[in-house]
């Protein structure tokens, strides 16, 4: 084999990875604003992005599923569990 085929071989099998993950859908995170309406048929997830033994608002991640099958990712606040009365 040539130094050209051998090349050209190495840099396809380098650029297959890149090019399964183009394949995949990009899904968009959306923030929830109060009183939206949301379509949710099936939750994948809920993350925390804050320690939530952390007192006061922090925010969490939800992977969700709509009536269509389509997935969605929202980013919502809610309190943290670490508050302690008095």
Do not use: R
Request: with cysteine; net charge negative.
């Amino acid at each position: 084999m040539n130094t050209q085929v051998k090349i050209a071989a190495l840099m396809l099998v380098s650029a297959l990875p890149l090019m399964s993950q183009a394949a995949e859908p990009v899904v968009e995170v959306e923030h929830y604003s109060y009183g939206q309406t949301l379509d949710v048929k099936e939750v994948v997830s809920i993350q925390a992005l804050q320690p939530e033994s952390s007192c006061g608002v922090i925010e969490k991640k939800i992977t969700y599923k709509d009536s269509q099958g389509q997935e969605h990712e929202m980013v919502y606040e809610t309190v943290g569990n670490g508050c302690q009365n008095g």
